[in-house]
């Protein structure tokens, strides 16, 4: 046997795990920009010879791996955390609020998680 949940009390839970999963993705997210710009500027970076103060170029090797690094940051970090496909249909942290959590004008759908026959103090 185990205690029923409060339906209420455990939407407003939920509802602000989901406020802070999309905060943190978002912070995530500015930081990936933030990166992306250093290593941008990182890749390019050169500097000046001795000899008469010429631009040396930049260094194949760091061109080569920050090529690297945004692609990998692309393909496995901002264009999941754009589309965050979930089991049964289901997208993101958004997804799961409208999904089970939301009950606009009474309607509820197949997944919503409150029961309108069960009810308990």
Known sequence: MQPMVKGQNLVKCL???IANINQL??????????????????MSHTHYSPFFGSP???SVG????????????CMNIEIPAMSEDLMDGVKGANGIE???LQSPAGMRGKRYILSKYNNTN
């Open 56 to 58: 040396t170029s930049p």
């Open 62 to 73: 760091v061109m080569i791996t920050g090529v690297d690094t945004m692609l990998n940051t």
């Open 98 to 100: 409208f999904s089970y």
């Open 25 to 42: 993705r978002d912070r995530l997210m500015t930081y990936v920009d933030y990166q992306g710009n250093f290593n941008q500027e990182l």
């Open 15 to 17: 509802k602000a795990m």
